[in-house]
């Protein structure tokens, strides 16, 4: 999610150097250094696990769980993971085909007779390799629109709705990273078994290892008494800044987008999952096999090649030479060493899980806000600690590129919504009722646009909830004020025909560096009804 997920915060990492053997624990201030960034960052909790050569070396929690309840986080505290869900449901995958029941390369459409792309040669040649590798011709975060921030959609239906997404490139030809293919397949999960992704993952892989307190569902994290609860920066120039305040739980990840980032582990199950991935499926303890090591092997193997764009010089010595996407797994270089990860971010929640396969190394890094910086850089100095290299204090240095970001960003938009001195005064081309009614995106569905005391309203109905007052920039264009916060505003511009009717309506997003989940730029929405 993601988004599903808010975009974790970027920078990834290489040098050219030899690995170097592991120290064999973690650093000796590694605490006192955790609980320092949660001050200076002011993140309310974090959680961090870690494992090397099959034996845990960390599983602790730090902070608080909340700012308004501040009890204090422990092993035991789920922390939500978002896209590193992903990893479980192709280990999901993996157990049916280790099982005979499918094969990565079969044809979704011969599993899934309902399913369908844009485009009917994709339908007829995706596999499910397809589903889980960001091939698919689908643009960056397409379809999100269909869980951010929630839905009363069921999973089959959003998969329905697909073949309405039209494709941003061709099939296989680039990267470009989704949500709504990982959905697909934990519908699949359910129609070659019976059983819901969410009950198959629980009784298949949790159950197994151990993972005792982890959850599935949000209904399950909501129900925990030893959760960590999402907090985000929302009242500032955009969002990330500002004060951190606590968000409502009922508005994290949809159910029908969890196969996609929608777990909540805590470090001591999450060092379960750890020792399995390290030891190619194989189980603590050694006697049983969660998935063959074959499996393993076609997990990690990379399929895609990512961009790998030049970093700021701050950050050179963390850009790797390569990046490529496995199946649930990023796999690239670190300083020399094979690294396998994935980042994961929900509203309000991040995380990370690495593993350095060679040196049997594996971390969790989790926090309950959306300081990345924290989250990746603590992952880097553990990088650095495990392969023998001097701290660079890379949480600063990544605090340092994240706010000159935000910075930037919130002076674009500042810009955008103060008209220049010589800029026309414009009003709306449209008394108010010119621009009520009914609004259909094939994808997306129905809104509704409303007169409601002299101010237009949207309401959107499968968004449950959710509705937005309009207020007018210029010309025939307006900005949102949701009524969830944790939106991100956008421009809503309503097109009109020869005959002074709206005849569509796009949008896009309002801050420049939103996140990809918020594919407002994607929507099309034309008249259903007559006003």
């Not at 280990?91 to 049916?96: K, Q, T, V, Y």
């Not at 079969?106 to 499910?128: G, K, Q």
């Not at 961009?307 to 496995?326: D, G, I, K, V």
């Amino acid at each position: 999610m993601p988004s599903i997920r808010l975009a974790p915060f970027v920078v990834a990492v290489c040098h050219l150097a030899f690995a170097v053997p592991v120290l064999g624990a973690p650093p000796e201030d590694f605490s006192s250094r955790v609980d320092g960034l949660l001050d200076e960052l002011g993140v309310p909790g974090a959680t961090v696990a870690i494992v090397e050569d099959g034996s845990v070396t960390m599983a602790k929690g730090f902070g608080v769980r909340s700012l308004e309840n501040p009890m204090a986080v422990d092993a035991d505290t789920i922390f939500a993971t978002g896209s590193t869900g992903k990893a479980f449901t192709t280990a999901a995958l993996a157990i049916l085909v280790d099982r005979g029941v499918i094969k990565w390369d079969d044809r979704v459409i011969d599993h899934m007779p309902d399913f369908r792309m844009w485009d009917a040669w994709v339908t007829r040649e995706m596999t499910i390799r397809d589903l889980l590798v960001h091939r698919s011709g689908l643009g960056l975060g397409a379809g999100d629109l269909l869980f951010v921030p929630r839905s009363d959609l069921s999973r089959k239906e959003t998969m329905r709705r697909l073949r309405h997404i039209k494709p941003a490139t061709s099939f296989r030809s680039g990267y470009a990273y989704d949500n709504v293919l990982y959905m697909v397949a934990g519908q699949l999960v359910e129609e070659v078994t019976g059983d819901t992704w969410e009950t198959f993952v629980q009784e298949n892989i949790f159950d197994v290892l151990g993972m005792n307190n982890s959850t599935v569902s949000d209904q399950a994290l909501v129900s925990s008494t030893n959760r960590a609860r999402p907090h985000a920066r929302l009242n500032g120039a955009i969002r990330g800044m500002g004060d951190q305040v606590p968000l409502d739980e009922t508005s994290a990840i949809a159910p029908n987008a969890a196969p996609a980032g929608g777990l909540a582990i805590s470090a001591n199950d999450m060092t379960h999952w750890l020792q399995a991935q390290l030891g190619r499926g194989k189980m603590p303890g050694g006697e049983r096999q969660l998935f063959s090591g074959e499996q393993s092997a076609q997990m990690w193997t990379p399929a895609v090649l990512l961009p790998n764009s030049p970093p700021p010089e701050s950050l050179a010595a963390a850009h790797p030479m390569f990046r490529t996407y496995a199946l649930g797994w990023t796999v690239q270089d670190y300083r020399g060493a094979k690294l396998v990860w994935h980042g994961g971010a929900v509203f309000g929640s991040l995380a990370v899980v690495a593993l350095l396969p060679d040196q049997n190394v594996g971390f969790y890094v989790a926090v309950n806000s959306e300081e990345g910086q924290m989250v990746r850089g603590l992952l880097y100095e553990l990088l650095d600690h495990y392969l023998g290299y001097p701290e660079e204090q890379w949480p600063e240095k990544l605090h340092e590129f994240k706010t000159g970001r935000q910075v930037a960003a919130a002076a674009a938009v500042q810009a955008q919504l103060a008209p220049a001195d010589d800029a026309p005064v414009t009003k709306p081309s449209l008394a108010l009722a010119g621009y009520t009614g009914d609004y259909n995106d094939p994808w997306y569905g129905t809104i509704s646009i409303r007169d409601e005391d002299g101010a237009l309203v949207v309401d959107f109905p499968h968004s449950l909830g959710l509705s937005a007052t309009l207020e007018h920039v210029r010309y025939n264009t307006f900005i949102t004020h949701f009524n969830d916060p944790g939106m991100e505003p956008a421009y809503l511009t309503f097109n009109l025909d020869a005959s002074g009717q709206v005849s569509r309506i796009t949008a896009q997003a309002v801050s420049p560096i939103a996140d990809f989940s918020f594919d407002y730029q994607d929507l099309l929405f034309t008249p259903v009804s007559a006003k």
